[in-house]
């Protein structure tokens, strides 16, 4: 559960990020160029009351921690 770091709302959480005109998305990575990492694609979480949004990994645990 997420908590609004504005109002202190409790968020929706679980939207996904579409760019518009293309429909890619977008991904996190580690590092540039064909070696980098790809991890998670990111989730949105909304805050309803002042429209905050906040970008997070679902799947934090399957990152390396450097
Ligand atoms: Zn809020």
Redesign the pocket.
């Known amino acids: 559960m997420r908590i609004?770091?504005?109002?202190?709302?409790v968020?929706l959480e679980g939207f996904d990020i579409k760019v518009e005109w293309g429909g890619y998305g977008i991904k996190i990575s580690d590092g540039t160029g064909i070696f980098a990492k790809r991890l998670e694609k990111p989730k949105v979480a909304i805050?309803?009351?002042?429209?905050?949004i906040s970008l997070y990994i679902e799947n934090v645990d399957k990152m390396d921690k450097r």
Do not use: N
């Open positions: 609004c770091k504005q109002c202190q709302e968020m805050c309803p009351k002042c429209g905050e």
